[in-house]
Nanobody, 114 residues
Framework: VQLQASGGGLVQPGGSLRLSCAASGMIFRIAAMGWYRQAPGKQRELVGTVTSGFRTNYADSVKGRFTISRDNAENMVYLQMNNLKPEDTAVYYC?????????WGQGTLVTVSS
């Protein structure tokens, strides 16, 4: 299983970024997919998840600003991030989970700074 995250970068406060995660080596449509993040000196935390049935769930800190989506035809999961804040600065990780299996991608850095 491989999860390849991309789309991170430097953005000003109030700006937007779209993260992408390309999945391979798995039956994508049965997996719950998620985005997590880890800021310097902090524990990894949930950002949002989307189930195989397309139900979404978000951390309170990103509700109304971030949107997670998936494309089962392309084996892709996305995280649209709007109105970014400095506290959103972190390494963002893609996660795939089904049954007792769980996999992580390598992370992509998002820096929100003026």
């Amino acid at each position: 299983v491989q999860l390849q995250a991309s789309g991170g970068g430097l953005v000003q406060p109030g700006g937007s970024l779209r993260l992408s995660c390309a999945a391979s080596g798995m039956i994508f449509r049965i997996a719950a997919m998620g985005w997590y993040r880890q800021a310097p000196g902090k524990q990894r935390e949930l950002v949002g998840t989307v189930t195989s049935g397309f139900r979404t769930n978000y951390a309170d800190s990103v509700k109304g600003r971030f949107t997670i989506s998936r494309d089962n035809a392309e084996n892709m999961v996305y995280l649209q991030m709007n109105n970014l804040k400095p506290e959103d600065t972190a390494v963002y990780y893609c996660n795939a989970r089904w049954g007792k299996s769980e996999y992580w991608g390598q992370g992509t850095l998002v820096t929100v700074s003026s």
